[in-house]
């Protein structure tokens, strides 16, 4: 395959039981991770009807006035549950706030397990109540689908079918409801601001449905920006940087970026996706694995736990500070 090609691949093979099937998807599967960090999934298991209940919610809390959204920021959690305000976060080094607002779900563990791993209570929205009901539901989907997609990923690498299953339960995962809000004159004009500049997610894969318009668009490796284009049934794979951390980056964690629609009209309505951030239990040893270090690609990354790395990434976008 190319390597600028963005594989589609069919999860429905790779549990058909059928063994050339499981295999082809496997190659294919992590050959587009490797070549451009990036592959495209059907059959994933998040229904339309699903998918279309949870995006009817989110237009109908980022409707509301920012007033009455920001009742449900906690600034003290560094962003990790609920809504996430207009111009906060912006990419590892860029000094201009993405054109974005978002809410975060997190993992609904029991009151033990969150404060043995410090993790914050999600925040709910009493005025659109359904919005943790499908909220909820499509967390725990893309959550398994994200395990499953993993087993085929450890097969690639030639570890054991369940290697990460132990090191992603309970892990520190957040389904991110985003809404790139309808441009203003100011920002059309500046070249300068844009719905997410390019960057690197920081875990082990993203699953993305499909966004709510175009805009998505991955680095090739020479540098050219390649147009990321699911079917409104499929979604968009990427390997994070401590996926990349952990195989020496044998599998890429590719820069990607949304950009602003070049016709004026499409830029003043808005855009939603719902990416979901596939993070391991913040124990997880993220060593370079030894099979992918040689000679030719010496070890290229210190020795770190998932919850050191995501806590300095988090200080780099500017989401958490050291007290």
């Known amino acids: 395959m190319s390597n600028k090609e963005i594989k589609r691949v069919d999860y429905l093979d790779y ?27 059907a059959n994933h298991g998040v229904s339309q009807d699903l998918k279309d209940n949870l995006y009817d919610s989110m237009i109908t809390f980022f409707n509301l006035p920012d007033e009455e959204k920001k009742k449900y920021e906690d600034v003290d959690n560094f962003g990790q ?38 993790y914050p209570e999600n ?8 919005f943790e009901k499908y909220g909820t539901e499509i967390y725990n989907t893309l959550e398994q689908t994200g395990i499953n997609l993993l087993r085929a990923i450890a097969l690639y690498l030639e570890l054991p079918e369940n290697y990460f299953d132990a090191k992603v339960k309970n892990g520190n995962s957040i389904l991110r409801l985003l809404h790139y809000f309808p441009l203003t004159e100011d920002t059309i004009n500046n070249p300068t601001a844009v719905r997410a500049a390019p960057h690197g997610d920081i875990n082990l894969i993203t699953l993305l ?10 680095q090739s490796l020479d540098g050219e920006w390649i147009s990321v284009m699911p079917k409104p049934e499929e979604i968009v794979i990427n390997v994070g940087d401590m996926l990349a951390r952990f195989t020496n980056n044998k599998l890429r964690s590719t820069i990607h970026q949304v950009v602003n629609p ?25 060593t370079c694995l030894e099979s992918c ?8 990354y210190e020795d770190m736990t998932a919850g050191a790395f995501l806590t300095e990434r988090l200080e780099e976008l500017g989401l958490k500070t050291t007290r």
Request: glycine share 6%.
């Open 15 to 41: 549990i058909s039981g059928d063994p050339k099937l499981k295999e082809k998807f496997i190659k294919d599967f992590g050959d587009s991770f490797a070549n451009m960090g990036f592959a495209i999934v």
């Open 81 to 118: 549950r609920g809504y996430i305000s207009k111009y906060k976060e912006s990419a590892k080094g860029f000094k201009v706030p993405d054109l974005k607002e978002f809410y975060h779900i997190g993992q609904d563990a029991d009151e033990k397990t969150r404060k043995e791993l410090n």
């Open 123 to 130: 925040i709910w929205v009493d005025k659109v109540p359904e």
């Open 209 to 218: 449905m499909g966004a709510s318009a175009k805009g998505l668009q991955a």
């Open 262 to 286: 070049k016709d004026v009209e499409k830029m003043k309505k808005p855009r939603y996706s719902s990416p979901f951030f596939l993070h391991p239990h913040p124990n997880m040893d993220l």
């Open 293 to 300: 270090v040689s000679e030719s690609n010496p070890k290229q």
